[in-house]
């Protein structure tokens, strides 16, 4: 066993193995002057106050599940990028009884960045961290499962959750509960109720209902999701690549024909990419996965409209200087940084 799952779960972890691993949930309660481990309420602070902050890469989740939209977040004036937060607008919602989310914090925070890349050689899988910060009295997500496995790791703060049942054994890409499961489960007693300190770690296996609040205090925590590559990802992956654009096959008018040929191109496409996909070695898998981080940003990109207020915005961050030189236009610009995007001969860390 590995020493950063050894150091993460410390004397659990091979008990954790044998008994929870994509079964049962896990609580760890460490509670040592270790609590900040991983990333420190200074550091969020830092980020969160002089940082860059973009949406989606931050937002706001509202009580029970309320979704606070870009437009309710950004500076809402030409001049500034839609994407950009207005951070006394952030800090006002959050006042309000609302969460910020920082989502994709492993790329924000070295040591969480650390732990996420050594999770991922571990597992073979890709790794994400995100963090709540969430006020007193306060709950953001109804009762909901998730497609991942989920490691819940207290930073600040107590929060106490809710664990329920597993209705679904293997869950959708999109898959959640109903309204009417949603209600269920409201008021339905749950399994299993804790309540986090700092330093406490909590596994929550994929398709295991659940849902979280704070009381009298704020909290922070992060949650670290293990993807597991899957058949239907593959599917997935297969679809939005659209492998049988413009194939021969689909001119057959003969159902039959249609049939036997479709099954014949299935099973060829399966053939070339099902190993590929499952066994992919790990510099292969890291390397594509930092491509997907840069792919990310490419929407954030696009909706840049000032580059006089880009550039100032960019001038001491020495990933953009190449491609701010090569001209005045904002198109040239934009394809530039979009050009080495998808090269991956600028990865970006931050949002900055």
């Known amino acids: ?19 929870n691993w994509l079964n049962q949930p896990f609580y760890l309660s460490n509670n040592t002057e270790e609590e900040n481990q991983y990333v420190s309420v200074e550091e969020i602070d830092e980020y969160l106050n002089h940082g860059h902050l973009c949406h989606p890469l931050v937002s706001i989740i509202g009580h029970h599940g309320r979704t606070i939209g870009q437009e309710q977040l950004n500076y809402g004036s030409k001049g500034y990028p839609s994407f950009l937060i207005n951070r006394k607008k952030l800090f006002k919602y959050f006042m309000e009884g609302n969460s910020i989310i920082i989502n994709y914090s492993h790329l924000h925070f070295p040591r969480l960045k650390h732990l996420t890349l050594e999770l991922e050689r571990e597992f073979n899988s890709s790794v994400h961290g995100n963090i709540y910060i969430t006020p007193p009295k306060s709950n953001g997500f109804l009762p909901h499962i998730d497609r991942h496995e989920v490691f819940v790791y207290q930073i600040h703060g107590t929060k106490t959750w809710y664990i329920y049942d597993k209705p679904y054994e293997n869950p959708g890409i999109n898959q959640q509960l109903t309204p009417d499961e949603i209600n269920v489960y409201n008021n339905a007693a749950p399994q299993h109720k804790l309540v986090m300190y700092p330093g406490d770690i909590l596994y929550i296996p994929k398709g295991v209902v659940h849902k979280a609040f704070t009381v009298e205090n704020d909290s922070i925590h992060v949650t670290i999701g293990i993807n597991h590559r899957r058949e239907e990802d593959l599917v997935s992956s297969l679809t939005k690549e659209n492998v049988f654009k413009n194939d021969i096959i689909f001119r057959e008018t003969n159902k039959d024909a249609l049939a036997k040929a479709f099954k014949e191109k299935v099973n060829e496409v399966i053939d070339s990419r099902i190993t590929h996909f499952f066994e992919m070695n790990q510099d292969e898998y890291f390397e594509t996965k930092f491509l997907f981080k840069n792919l990310m940003m490419l929407n954030l990109i696009d909706q840049i ?21 090569k001209g005045n236009d904002l198109d040239q610009v934009k394809n530039a940084i979009k050009s080495d995007l998808m090269s991956g001969s600028v990865n970006v860390e931050t949002p900055s």
């Open 1 to 19: 066993m590995s020493y950063i799952i050894n150091t993460f779960l410390k004397e659990k972890a091979k008990d954790f193995f044998e008994n």
């Open 305 to 325: 409209e000032d580059l006089d207020y880009f550039k100032i915005e960019k001038k001491d961050n020495p990933h953009y200087l190449v491609q701010i030189k």
